[in-house]
């Protein structure tokens, strides 16, 4: 079980980043998955998440609005599109897969890392002013 990352770099504030994370070994239609970052001396925190068959999203506060989570279940992919980047969203993003959840699982079960079972490597986005 394999969880691969990529789309960090570096980007100017109100700029947009797209990051991508592929499993491989695995059943992907069955995980929710979630996306995390842990910003700079700080502890790791919700980003994202997504159900099953991607019908419900849930976003933390400080990205709603502006952060797209979606999955592509045929190429076992999810996606976090980041717009109107701030300086403050600058972190280690990381994708993560709970193959245990339910269906309906909302919040705040989806925020809670400890719920997770496997984890990308994180991909470092800075935004600069």
């Known amino acids: 079980v394999q969880l691969q990352a990529s789309g960090g770099g570096l980007v100017q504030a109100g700029g947009s980043l797209r990051h991508s994370c592929a499993a491989s070994g695995r059943t992907f239609t069955r995980d929710l998955m979630g996306w995390f970052r842990q910003p700079p001396g700080k502890e790791r925190e919700f980003v994202a998440s997504i159900s099953r068959t991607g019908s419900t999203t849930y976003y933390s506060d400080a990205v709603k609005g502006r952060f797209t989570i979606s999955r592509d279940n045929a190429k076992k992919t999810v996606y976090l599109q980041m717009n109107s980047l701030k300086i403050e969203d600058t972190a280690v993003y990381f994708c993560?897969?709970?193959?245990?959840?339910?269906?309906?699982?909302?919040?705040?079960?989806?925020?809670?890392?400890?719920?997770?079972?496997?984890w990308g490597q994180g991909t470092q986005v800075t935004v600069s002013s």
């Open positions: 993560a897969a709970d193959r245990n959840a339910i269906l309906t699982a909302g919040l705040p079960y989806s925020a809670n890392k400890e719920n997770y079972d496997d």
